[in-house]
């Protein structure tokens, strides 16, 4: 393959952020990650007991990351899911192909263009939100907390990359609509299963109450980007075991951090590729 | 065949001969009478066929949709500096050839060039050298024209300065700064042409530009075709109404269930479909009779008569002698009609011949 030109690539993906700005989408993202820092910190602060109005970041983010974790998903295959089939559709997309330009650097220019619209909102909203916590509260855990940003920006890309390979085959827009709610869903049917696995092989619903699952239970987050993201996420804060109703769960070896970075990546890259040879053998 | 001018190395007398390439061809010079020998080279010729004389070469290409046959075997050439027709019923496989043509859709076999560029192994080329108008041509609801025009050159690589002189060019300026998603369908049409232009390509391919419009948007767009023929540029343009062609195309081909049926220029094309008017003339008193004056006019073919009405089916030329004639015999004529067959009929016609 010859070399992309980077010309019609940085076309593309202004042409995807300034539609974010244009309807303003942008600005309503942001202001959504920060309330919903501040909520989850206000949470937080009443927990804590000790007359603080506003948690710290480490608490604030083990709150707010279930919500963050469903949230930003939803967020990246709105901004993805017809991205290709809804111009294909439309038309648009035929005006676009038949210029001088590349099949790959269409793609490449929409995830860049609407991976910044979730860059500079995250940013942002969860930096703001960060500041006013740390302005109040204290800067206690904010490498972690920084490293969560860097994290939810990941997320984004997965899901923004798992949604542009629907776009990318599904031939309408109706049906992409459809595959973005399998993948938003995807973490909750995958649960299911391995939670049905779980309870097949002999285990009781007591001993999934008290964490006393096999490893293998564990380490199967690494098939569903969104717990995948929050087990990084509890690492990122240096917390590798998760306290709930008087029990203590250590997370297994095998989940360290580097693990979970290149099973992120994974998510992110194999959907790109597979949305580049569904869009490259595309009849338009 | 390719033709040579020679100069003659006794008399200087400059003359053409004729040869097929590679050919050894005796010479005379037919002032001083001197022989010799010429010999046809063989490569110059097939690259002068390849790069300079045809802006679109399709070579054996098909298409299939599942079951369906869209393109079957279609060859064509597209001579530079012409506007040919592209024509067809509705569902013959003219989106089909055209969306090949700029590598929208895979093919299942055949070559395609533009201006001597492959769509597939130099695709950049290729669509670097065209211009292309989709049959449904749309655009980004949310953005004005203007935005639209300096994304697009800015994606094509031209200076996003052109898209002011452009739109204003296609008579869009008074809707500069309003979104595409408010315009009427003609005017979407007419920023599908302004964006057509963007880089000054030599080739255009228009798909069915005139379709579904009313008469002032395709006035506009046929004086932008002739205007763009004029500076020098190769048109192909597909249209499933004859009429739209007939005086606009120097070359037409026919299409029909994704085979060619017909390429020639219009006037050949007439004469191989036979397509001749029909005359419904009102005539107070006629009573269901032929007059006999109209079986001997040159020119006439089928005469007949319903009641008050003469039916007349006859080459375009007779049909004011026709008229003439009938008044100088002293007949009154309520009413004149004139049915030009359907493009649509001329293919029953052909195809029925066919089979």
């Known amino acids: ?284 | 065949m390719n033709t040579k001018t020679i100069m003659c190395p006794q008399c200087k007398t400059k003359f053409t001969i004729q040869g097929n390439s590679g050919e050894k061809i005796q010479v005379v010079c037919p002032s001083c009478g001197v022989k010799g020998v010429f010999t046809f080279s063989i490569d110059q010729t097939k690259s002068t066929i390849t790069h300079d004389s045809y802006a679109v070469e399709i070579n054996d290409l098909t298409k299939k949709f599942k079951d369906l046959v869209a393109v079957n075997n279609l060859s064509l050439n597209v001579k530079k500096g012409e506007i040919f027709g592209l024509l067809g019923p509705n569902g013959a496989g003219k989106s089909t050839t055209i969306k090949s043509i700029l590598g929208l859709i895979h093919t299942n076999s055949g070559e395609i060039k533009i201006n001597g560029f492959d769509i597939i192994k130099k695709g950049i080329e290729a669509r670097a050298s065209v211009g292309y108008l989709p049959e449904r041509v749309a655009f980004y609801d949310n953005l004005t024209p203007l935005q639209t025009m300096n994304f697009l050159s800015e994606l094509w690589g031209v200076d996003k300065s052109v898209s002011k002189p452009l739109i204003k060019e296609v008579g869009l300026e008074g809707a500069m700064n309003r979104k595409v998603g408010t315009f009427s369908k003609g005017m979407v049409q007419l920023l599908g042409v302004a964006q057509v232009m963007i880089g000054n390509p030599p080739v255009y391919i228009l798909d069915e530009p005139m379709g579904g419009l009313d008469a002032r948007w395709v006035k506009i767009i046929r004086e932008k075709i002739k205007i763009l023929n004029k500076q020098g540029a190769t048109i192909l343009f597909s249209s499933h109404i004859l009429s739209e062609v007939e005086n606009l195309c120097h070359r037409v081909a026919i299409i029909n269930k994704g085979k060619l049926i017909a390429e020639d220029t219009v006037a050949n094309l007439n004469k191989y479909l036979q397509i001749k008017p029909r005359l419904e003339i009102s005539i107070p008193g006629l009573n269901g009779e032929v007059p006999d004056i109209i079986k001997n006019i040159e020119g006439v073919e089928i005469a007949n008569a319903k009641n008050d009405t003469l039916f007349i089916t006859c080459e375009s030329y007779a049909k004011s002698k026709i008229i003439a004639i009938l008044q100088n015999s002293g007949m009154t004529i309520d009413n004149i009609k004139t049915l030009e067959p359907s493009l649509e009929d001329a293919f029953v016609k052909l195809i029925e011949r066919d089979a």
């Open chain 1, 1 to 284: 393959m010859k070399v992309l030109n980077p010309k019609a690539i940085y076309t593309i993906a202004k042409k995807e952020f300034m539609d974010n700005i244009r309807n303003k989408w942008i600005i309503l993202l942001t202001l959504i990650f920060v309330i919903l820092i501040i909520v989850f910190s206000y949470l937080a602060g009443g927990q804590s007991g000790e007359g603080d109005v506003f948690g710290g970041l480490q608490n604030t983010v083990f709150g707010l990351v279930g919500i963050s974790s469903l949230l930003i998903p939803l967020i990246a295959i709105i901004l993805g899911f017809s991205t290709i089939s809804g111009e294909a559709e439309s038309g648009a997309l035929y005006v676009i192909l038949s210029y001088p330009v590349k099949r790959v650097e269409v793609l490449i220019g929409k995830l860049l263009g609407l991976g910044s619209v979730i860059i500079f909102s995250i940013f942002l909203g969860f930096g703001l939100g960060g500041i006013i916590i740390m302005a109040s509260y204290g800067a206690e855990a904010w490498g972690g907390y920084l490293s969560f940003i860097v994290l939810s920006i990941f997320l984004g890309f997965i899901y923004l990359s798992l949604s542009i390979c629907i776009s990318s085959f599904c031939k309408k827009r109706v049906t992409s609509i459809g595959g973005g709610i399998l993948i938003f869903f995807w973490g909750l049917i995958y649960g299911s299963i391995v939670l049905g696995i779980l309870f097949g092989s002999g285990y009781s619903f007591e001993d999934f109450q008290t964490g006393n699952v096999p490893d293998w239970f564990f380490n199967s987050v690494v098939f569903s980007p969104g717990d995948a993201h929050q087990t990084a996420v509890q690492i990122a804060f240096g917390v590798r075991n998760i306290e709930a109703m008087g029990f203590s769960i250590e997370i297994p070896e095998f989940l360290s951090m580097e693990m979970l970075l290149i099973v992120h990546f994974i998510w992110f890259i194999i959907p790109l590729i597979l949305a580049y040879f569904f869009f490259k053998r595309r009849d338009l």
